[in-house]
Every structure is written in C-alpha cells, then in structure tokens.
Nanobody, 124 residues
Framework: VQLQASGGGLVQAGDSLRLSCTFS????MGWFRQAPGKEREFVAA????????NYSPSVKGRFTISRDNAGNTVYLQMNNLKPEDTAVYYC??????????????????????WGQGTLVTVSS
C-alpha cells in the first residue's frame, strides 16, 4: 500500500500550488497538514466518486479538492496561499468498507494509510 504525494514547494503569499496524491484504487481520500509544533489538522476530503468535498473553515474558498476520472489521483488546488498555510501536507486514504462514507471525515484516526508528506512553505 503506497500513497505518493507531490507538489509542495516554496511560494510567496498570494501564490498558488497544486498538490497531487496517487493511490491504487478508488477510496475516500483526504488531506491533512501539520505545522511545526502543532497537531495534525484536517484540510479537505472527497468521496470515492469525486463528490461531497469537505473543507476546513480555514481553507474553504481558497482550496479545492478534486480527483481525476480514473479516481486514482486526488488533487488539492491551493490558491491565495497565506503564511499560516505553511506545513507538511499529508494525503490519506480510507480503505475499509465502512470508511467509504463521509462520516468523521476530519478525524485523522479514521484513515488507514498515509503518504509521506510534502512540505509547503509560504513566505510573507
């Protein structure tokens, strides 16, 4: 089981980045982030067919989660980035049958597998 996340980098405030995460199979997937000294927090999630996108209030209206038609790649388009968005971003997947609902989608313990993380740094 392997998730491959990519797309992080160093940008300036107001810039955009797109993160990608590839996984074998079509499941509920989410993005979380962890800034230095802080707990891991939910960013966004999407159901296995690309519907019901969920967002943290801190990113809603700026970030968009989507998945490709094959369902194997999930994207996080991040616009109007702010310095407080600086963090390591992780993609995660739920593979259990009961995990294919959108319940408790913001709870990191409900995800079964995690990618290695990609660093996003936003300078002011």
């Amino acid at each position: 089981v392997q998730l491959q996340a990519s797309g992080g980098g160093l940008v300036q405030a107001g810039d955009s980045l797109r993160l990608s995460c590839t996984f074998s199979g079509r499941y509920v997937m989410g993005w979380f982030r962890q800034a230095p000294g802080k707990e891991r927090e939910f960013v966004a999630a999407i159901d296995l067919y690309g519907g019901y996108p969920n967002y943290s209030p801190s990113v809603k209206g700026r970030f968009t989660i989507s998945r490709d038609n094959a369902g194997n790649t999930v994207y996080l388009q991040m616009n109007n980035l702010k310095p407080e968005d600086t963090a390591v971003y992780y993609c995660a997947v739920r593979v259990s049958p009961t995990g294919q609902t959108m319940g408790a989608i913001d709870r990191h313990r409900t995800y079964d597998y995690w990618g290695q993380g990609t660093l996003v740094t936003v300078s002011s």
